[in-house]
């Protein structure tokens, strides 16, 4: 199975390739509109979010503020 971070980084890779396609083949005028089309892309998973997994600051053991993601890790899931 893919893993996400590799689904990612390929469009790191993809996206120079196709904004030079679309300079060298339609000019600099529709580079703006490619970059519009990928924030729209870029933003709708962003629809999927239906909650979020929030952490209070004085739920944190301020000790190590680094472990706020055991926090997450070890609590119990909630509803």
């Known amino acids: ?3 996400m971070h590799h689904l990612f980084m390929s469009a790191q890779i993809i996206t120079p ?4 396609a679309v ?4 000019g600099y005028r529709y580079l703006y509109l490619y970059s519009v089309t990928c924030a729209i892309l870029a933003a709708l998973p962003l ?3 239906k909650k979020g997994n ?3 600051l004085k739920d944190l053991e301020i000790g190590d503020p680094g472990n706020c ?3 997450i890790r070890d609590r119990n899931p909630v509803g």
């Open 1 to 3: 199975m893919v893993n």
């Open 17 to 20: 390739v196709l904004s030079g």
């Open 23 to 26: 300079m060298e083949f339609n």
């Open 47 to 49: 629809i999927f979010v």
């Open 54 to 56: 929030t952490v209070l």
């Open 69 to 71: 993601s055991s926090y």
